[in-house]
Structure formats: C-alpha cells, structure tokens
C-alpha cells in the first residue's frame, strides 16, 4: 500500500510539475525583463482546471484512495453532492480568475495608449522636437561631429528625446506597456529616431553600455 501511495503522490506531482515547467518556458524570451502578470494568472486557471480533472479521474479509478483530504463513494460521480459543490467552487475560481486576467490586460492597453498619447500633446516634448528639426535642418541625420559641436542645452534637447523613447522601452520590456499597442503607435518613430541619432547613440553607449541600452534592444526587436 505504501509504494501504492508512493506512486500516485508520485504521479500527481508529475502532473502539476510539467504544468509549470510549460508556463515557466512557454514564450520565454530574453528581451523581457520580467513575464506579464495575467501570465501568473494562466497557470492559476491551468492548475485549478486539472485539479478538477484529476479530482475526477482519481475518484473514478481509487476508490478506497482520497484526493487532496475529499473522497467520492462507488455512486455514480456525476450525481454526487462532494463532486457538485468541488466542480461548483472550481468553475467559481476559475471565472473570478479569468475576469481578474481580463481586466489586467485591458488595464496594460488603456495605460499604454494614455501615456503614449499624454507625452505626444504634451507642450514639452513637442517644444523639444521642434528644436530637435531646427538642429537638424535639411539632413535626416545627425552626425557624431555635429553632435559634438552642439552647445549644452542642444544636447540636452537630444538627450531628452532618447531618454523618452528610453523609457518606452523600459516599460515595455518590464511589461508595464502592451508592446503591440505601442509599435502599432510608435514604430515608425523609434526607427526613425534611432536612425537619425545613431551615431550619437553607438558614442555614447561606447562610453558607457548602460546609456539606452533599452531603446537598442528595441529598435533590433522591431527593425
């Protein structure tokens, strides 16, 4: 009975183990700095739905066994008051969780469209970029000589322009930002900008990794 015992705990814990080391691989991507929070919410949804499944596998096969402290006597399962009320609270649990997961991915969408829109009517950064087209006059790019020929506050004006899409990519890498709702915004603008400044970019990240290296990672993503 023992090694009985020892096989089906064995075997649940199989079970469970590959659930999670499915979600713990599944879409893994070293460009993300951090999994998406409904992504937790999944495996929730997955654990509570096998739970149910095996709940009545077990039940129907070891009889004389308990599931997690619940046993189901020979009567017929599907008429059974302990198996109701578990399927009722499983269904329960996965509906509150589905709604909490649909709710957070409608929050990442709506966070993403404001901020990126509240940064693009802003009087500063649209102030900024008026002065970024008068450095660069008719050329579409700004060299490294130029840019060293800037005075203090021209290239501050430069920074700050890098430093915002800096932070686009920073929260779009933690998945603080729905990355499809902002390249559908911001696509053409980050290859752009990036082209425009690659230079100045590839100097300063020389002389420091650090210094938009999320922006980078971006731009390689999505060019």
């Known amino acids: 009975m023992d090694n009985i015992s020892f096989l089906h705990t064995f075997l649940l814990l199989l079970v469970y183990s590959v659930s999670f080391m499915y979600f713990y691989f599944k879409d ?3 460009f993300f700095l951090r999994p998406k929070n409904y992504k937790k919410l999944d495996m929730m949804i997955a654990f509570t739905f096998l739970t149910s499944l095996l ?18 006597s020979n009567e017929t399962i599907f008429f059974n008051d302990k198996f109701v009320t578990f399927l009722g609270i499983a269904l329960a649990v996965i509906g509150w969780v589905y709604t909490i997961r649909s709710q957070l991915i409608t929050n990442m969408r709506n966070h993403s469209i404001q901020t990126i829109m509240n940064s693009r009517l802003s009087d500063c950064y649209n102030q900024k970029l008026d002065k970024i087209y008068k450095i660069l006059g008719n050329s579409t790019t700004l060299t490294l000589e130029q840019y060293e020929s ?3 506050e021209q290239k501050s004006i430069v920074h700050y322009i890098l430093n915002y ?7 779009i ?16 603008q980050v290859r752009k900008t990036y082209d425009t400044f690659k230079e100045v970019i590839e100097h300063l990240t020389h002389e420091s990794p650090s210094y938009f290296q999320h922006f980078v990672a971006l731009y390689v993503r999505w060019k």
């Open 28 to 30: 893994r991507n070293p």
């Open 165 to 171: 899409y800096e932070s686009v990519a920073i929260g």
């Open 150 to 152: 800037l005075s203090f």
């Open 173 to 188: 890498r933690y998945n603080e930002f729905d990355e499809e709702i902002v390249k559908s915004m911001t696509l053409s």
């Open 55 to 72: 709940f009545i596998l077990w039940n129907s096969i070891f009889f004389n066994l308990k599931f997690l402290g619940l046993k189901i």
